[in-house]
T-cell receptor, first 115, second 110 residues
Framework: DAGITQSPRHKVTETGTPVTLRCHQT?????MYWYRQDPGHGLRLIHY???????DKGEVSDGYSVSRSKTEDFLLTLESATSSQTSVYFC??????????????FGEGSRLTVL | SQQGEEDPQALSIQEGENATMNCSYKTSINNLQWYRQNSGRGLVHLILIRSNEREKHSGRLRVTLDTSKKSSSLLITASRAADTASYFC??????????FGAGTTVTVRA
C-alpha cells in the first residue's frame, strides 16, 4: 500500500470554526490532491499541488485553502466551516515518470461533519 | 465539471456472472483509468488505458476504449462476492488532474 496517512480520520465540528485536514505521504510523489466525495457526485477536486509551494484550484475550491511547505505534507483548511462542507475528504498522490503514468494513490479518507 | 459519467448507477448480479459498466466523457483524453472503492475505504487503481489503445486486460478485468464515441467500458468476468464495490472511471486530460464520474455500485449476490 502507498504510504499515505490522513488525519484526523473523523471530525465533528460546529459551523464557523476553522478545520485543518492533513495528508502525509512517504512516497516522495510530486503531485498531491484533495478531493471531496458526496453521494451522487462522485469525487470532486478541491485543490491540488504540483510541487512544494505550488498549488492550484480544482472545481470546488470556494471555502477551502491549501498549503504545501514540504514534499510530504499537504494541508487542507476550511477557514470557517459550513454545513455544506460536511463530506468525506480524500487525499491522493501521483507521480509522472517512466515508472508512473499518473495513476492516483488514495488515503483512507477523513469524514468531516459540520453541525 | 465532472467529465466521466458511469452507467448504470447500480448493478446487481449473481456470483459467477459478468458485470459490465460504461463510462462516457466529453473532451479528448490522454488516458482513462478505472478505480474500485470498497465501502468506507479509499479508491484503489485498477487499470489504465491510453488514448491510443482500444482494449486492455488485467486478470478478470477487460477495459475497452472508443475515442470516437468518447466512451469506455469495464467488464469484470466471473464475478465474486469480493467484487462488491463502487467502480469509478477517471479521465486524464493531460493537465495533471483526474476527473471522476459518480460511479457504479456493483453488488454480487452469493
Amino acid at each position: 500500500d502507498a504510504g499515505i496517512t490522513q488525519s484526523p480520520r473523523h471530525k465533528v465540528t460546529e459551523t464557523g470554526t476553522p478545520v485543518t485536514l492533513r495528508c502525509h505521504q512517504t512516497e516522495n510523489h510530486r503531485y498531491m490532491y484533495w478531493y471531496r466525495q458526496d453521494p451522487g457526485h462522485g469525487l470532486r477536486l478541491i485543490h491540488y499541488s504540483y510541487g512544494v509551494k505550488d498549488t492550484d484550484k480544482g472545481e470546488v475550491s470556494d471555502g477551502y485553502s491549501v498549503s504545501r511547505s514540504k514534499t510530504e505534507d499537504f494541508l487542507l483548511t476550511l477557514e470557517s466551516a459550513t454545513s455544506s462542507q460536511t463530506s468525506v475528504y480524500f487525499c491522493a498522490i501521483s507521480e509522472r515518470n517512466r515508472a508512473n503514468t499518473g495513476e492516483l494513490f488514495f488515503g483512507e479518507g477523513s469524514r468531516l461533519t459540520v453541525l | 465539471s465532472q467529465q466521466g459519467e458511469e452507467d448504470p448507477q447500480a448493478l446487481s448480479i449473481q456470483e459467477g456472472e459478468n458485470a459490465t459498466m460504461n463510462c462516457s466523457y466529453k473532451t479528448s483524453i490522454n488516458n482513462l483509468q478505472w478505480y474500485r472503492q470498497n465501502s468506507g475505504r479509499g479508491l484503489v487503481h485498477l487499470i489504465l488505458i491510453r488514448s491510443n489503445e482500444r482494449e486492455k486486460h488485467s486478470g478478470r478485468l477487460r477495459v475497452t476504449l472508443d475515442t470516437s464515441k468518447k466512451s469506455s467500458s469495464l467488464l469484470i468476468t466471473a464475478s465474486r462476492a469480493a467484487d462488491t464495490a463502487s467502480y469509478f472511471c477517471a479521465t486524464d486530460h493531460n493537465d495533471y488532474k483526474l476527473s471522476f464520474g459518480a460511479g457504479t455500485t456493483v453488488t454480487v449476490r452469493a
